[in-house]
């Protein structure tokens, strides 16, 4: 079945001057989110932006991913934490995402775990749609 | 320009099927976001999924990717993003499409000069690129009357 989800953002005046709010969003979690491009292309200040976006989706689906890989093999996790770093160039595009995990997951040792992680990496959805544009990067550790 | 990178941290408990995670990013522009597996297939109100946040990701791109074609400070552009997950024989869940609809006002714009805009927004846009190989993005653009 295919699932579908929605975001909506208005953007008003030029690229640099500008600036834009995110709405609307399917799900309606978060009120309005502004971007604009001093905060994506410099220092982040308290502004989201689309690659900060992607690395809070890609974060998501992997540990989502692991979750699910670990308990098929019968070590369901008792916590994960990941992240996601997402590299963008100016000009060139968005280069990389670091994906990052330390989990609790009982009865397990760290070369399993490692495994695990690597197939969720490969196989996530967004590092689906990721691959072959950008170089993606796991580090994995158990607590 | 400098290489600029963005962070975004979650923290799930439990497995897949019955589990929950947040999802924070440290420049405070959202914190602790719920998220499940059921959440992510059946919309729920109140919690995202990684699909949406890719929505919300192209949508803010292409905006301003378009802004930056246009360089016009009275330009008033909505854009929408639809991504869609779909199952593909023998891949598994994989992103398919992301659905863009494009709705501009720009005072004095002709159409053609418009359709030229849309076009270099979509070859311009680093997430249009990114999904490329794996997804189609489809434009739906209209140029409104201000």
Same mark, same amino acid.
């Given at each position: 079945?295919?699932t579908?989800?929605?975001?909506?953002?208005?953007?008003?005046?030029?690229?640099?001057?500008?600036?834009?709010?995110i709405?609307?969003?399917?799900?309606?979690?978060?009120?309005?989110?502004?971007?604009?491009? @001093?905060?994506?292309?410099?220092? =982040? *200040?308290?502004?989201?932006? !689309? $690659?900060?976006?992607?690395?809070? %989706?890609?974060?998501?689906?992997?540990a989502? @991913?692991?979750?699910?890989?670990? =308990? *098929?093999?019968?070590?369901? !996790? $008792?916590?994960l934490?990941?992240? %996601?770093?997402?590299?963008?160039?100016?000009?060139?595009?968005?280069?990389k995402? =670091?994906?990052?995990?330390?989990?609790?997951?009982?009865?397990?040792?760290?070369?399993?775990?490692?495994?695990?992680?690597?197939?969720?990496?490969?196989?996530?959805p967004?590092?689906?749609?990721?691959?072959?544009?950008?170089?993606?990067?796991?580090?994995?550790?158990?607590? | 320009?400098?290489?600029?990178?963005?962070?975004?941290?979650?923290?799930?408990?439990?497995?897949?099927?019955?589990g929950?995670?947040?999802?924070?990013?440290?420049?405070?522009?959202?914190?602790?976001?719920p998220?499940?597996?059921?959440?992510?297939?059946?919309?729920?109100?109140?919690?995202?999924?990684?699909?949406?946040?890719?929505?919300?990701a192209?949508?803010?791109?292409?905006?301003?990717?378009?802004?930056?074609?246009?360089?016009?400070?009275?330009?008033?552009?909505?854009?929408?993003?639809?991504?869609?997950?779909?199952?593909?024989?023998?891949?598994?869940?994989?992103?398919?499409?992301?659905?863009?609809?494009?709705?501009?006002?720009?005072?004095?714009?002709?159409?053609?000069?418009?359709d030229?805009?849309v076009?270099?927004?979509?070859?311009?846009?680093?997430?249009?690129?990114l999904?490329?190989?794996?997804?189609?993005?489809?434009i739906?653009?209209?140029?409104?009357?201000?």
């Open positions: 079945m295919a579908e989800r929605k975001a909506s953002v208005t953007w008003q005046g030029e690229l640099m001057s500008g600036r834009g709010t709405e609307s969003v399917t799900s309606g979690v978060r009120g309005p989110l502004e971007v604009d491009w @001093a905060n994506r292309a410099e220092d =982040a *200040q308290g502004k989201t932006s !689309p $690659e900060e976006l992607i690395a809070a %989706a890609h974060a998501a689906c992997f989502m @991913a692991l979750s699910n890989g670990l =308990a *098929q093999e019968g070590h369901a !996790p $008792e916590r934490e990941t992240s %996601a770093t997402v590299t963008f160039v100016p000009g060139t595009g968005i280069t995402s =670091a994906l990052t995990v330390t989990g609790t997951v009982p009865g397990l040792d760290e070369d399993a775990f490692r495994e695990a992680a690597e197939q969720a990496k490969e196989n996530c967004v590092s689906s749609a990721l691959r072959g544009n950008v170089e993606l990067e796991l580090y994995a550790r158990l607590t | 320009m400098p290489r600029v990178e963005r962070h975004a941290e979650v923290t799930w408990k439990g497995n897949l099927a019955r929950e995670g947040r999802i924070s990013a440290p420049s405070g522009a959202f914190s602790e976001l998220y499940s597996a059921a959440t992510r297939v059946a919309a729920r109100a109140e919690t995202t999924s990684p699909e949406e946040l890719l929505a919300a192209h949508a803010g791109c292409f905006a301003m990717s378009l802004a930056g074609e246009l360089q016009d400070p009275d330009a008033r552009i909505a854009v929408t993003a639809n991504v869609v997950l779909d199952e593909v024989e023998g891949k598994g869940h994989q992103i398919v499409e992301s659905q863009l609809t494009v709705r501009a006002q720009a005072p004095g714009l002709g159409q053609g000069a418009f030229e805009a076009g270099a927004a979509d070859d311009g846009c680093p997430f249009s690129r999904i490329a190989a794996g997804a189609k993005v489809t739906d653009a209209r140029l409104e009357e201000t």
